[in-house]
């Protein structure tokens, strides 16, 4: 038998994740049980043995020591083979920078397609492909210090036509379990092996490969991560747990972005904290594995208090905060909650522990909709907890799930919260010069600017930021849709239909002030002392079949 060449040792990865100012993280899905050396060119060396679960390997080597704001390269070997990079080229990170510049980049909602001919004029040149075609030649000091994928980084109930293909094959096999079989989720992904296949199809792909073995990412999930509308009402689970294939699903859903998306959001330090990591690294089989990993999926889709998805970063004087809007809802109809209790007081202690010069919410759904949707919202959540009556509320509740009316305007209590929170920071002693919301989720992109009602000459600059998609084009008539809730006379319209729901004035007022746009793209945010500024850019394929971004827009926010 032929020896594995590189590319087969190495299923996926280098995956760059966490990287601060000294240390940073590297992921690996590897072929087989190994041991994964990372060198680097400034002494520091690290070395993983490979965990396994469900027949797959996995690694995340973490590198301590790192001098700050360098230009780290590094080459990764396989039980002392040289795997990574490919010949004739470098690999590096670059390390943060306390006293520089941020930039991120960020964005949501990507389809793994391959870019065939077929693929691209359906849905597009894929924006993180552009992102790493414009990087590739880019010197490492000038890349951006993260990139952000604010949910629906996978399709579990929509793959691709190829991921189908091979569903249906394995069906016809028998393999995997069998309780989709015949069910409305057949063609949809059931358990971690099919999730393997999505992540494999969606980060394999060059530029890809290459911009995610380069650029430090912070990932967080979504609806899609598991199945449309995931947690928009008490109603929609009531019906989803009686599903045969369910169980199954959340397993999968759950072990696989806890193995491939959210170990590398930690640090090195909360890793080495993180009990569930360390049950996993130290269990004696990977059955073991598998059941440690199975028993806290079901439990914390059933109580979402037990575990926490939710993260932050810090970059220099900039904080992010990465919130769970996804799972740890309270869909309680009379007290609904887009984050419970215990996860709200974790993002209020987050936010008012440290005084950043940047303080930037990461949500994959927004905070501020535009304006007409918003209010569209705040009627049905009203209506659908019984201000005009029983009959009225049900009629609500099937429009809440129908129409996706699951927004941060459809958890009213929530919305509050956070204006409470803003106004709280933007009167505080040590304010921040921005306070803005990155989010994803709605197919369109678009800048709103916002008055939290605070008053004052030094009033941090507050914004929301959606971008999406970075591929996965919305269709024309929901554009439509999209164009009209931008419009004043909408707005004005539908927050008359919430008042006479009884849904009381929120003190916070926005319009969007760019967009929307509907086309494949990504965003980068620049911070640097008190300034802000956005550059919005969006992807096609050039005269010569490349994938590449274009500048649509540059905003000065701060």
Known sequence: MDPMTSDSLVLLGPIVRYVGTETATLWFEMAESSTVTVVTDVGVRAEERTWGVHGHHYALVPLEGLPANSSVHYEVFVDERRVWPPEGRRAAIHTVDAEGPVTLAFGSC?????????SLKEIGADALAGLGNALIEEDPS?????????????YADDPSPEIVERLQARRRSGEGPRSAVGTDAENEIC?????????RESWGLEPVRTLLASIPSCMILDDHDLRDDWNSSASWRRDIVTRPWWNDRVVGAYSSYWVYQHLGN????????DEMYAAVRSAASDAEREKLLSDFALRVDRRPETGRWSFYRDFGDTRLIMIDSR?????DPDNREMVDEKEWAWVRERALETSPRHLLFGSSL????????HYLEQWNEAVAQGSWGSMSAKVAEKMRIGLDLEHWAAFTNSFNDMAAL???????????ASIMWLSGDVHCSYVANADFGVGGREVPATYQLTMSPFRNPLDLPIRAVNKLAIKRPAARILSKLARAAHVGPS???????????????VMLLTLHGDSARLRVHHAHVDDAGKQVLTETSTLALA
């Not at 990507?110 to 077929?118: A, H, M, P, Q």
């Not at 358990?191 to 992540?199: A, G, K, R, T």
């Not at 803003?422 to 921040?432: A, D, F, H, I, V």
């Open 110 to 118: 990507r389809r793994g397609d391959n870019y065939s001919d077929e």
């Open 142 to 154: 000038r890349w951006p210090q993260a990139l952000l994928l604010l949910g629906d980084q996978v």
């Open 191 to 199: 358990d971690f092996e099919e999730y393997s296949w999505l992540y």
């Open 266 to 273: 930690l640090s090195p330090k909360e890793l080495a904290q």
């Open 327 to 331: 799972c740890s809802r309270n869909l």
């Open 366 to 373: 927004p905070y501020l909709m535009l304006p007409a949707l």
């Open 422 to 432: 803003t106004r709280e920071l933007s009167r505080g002693e040590n304010k921040p």
């Open 507 to 521: 003190g916070v007022e926005w319009e969007a002030e760019a967009g929307p746009w509907f086309a494949n793209g």
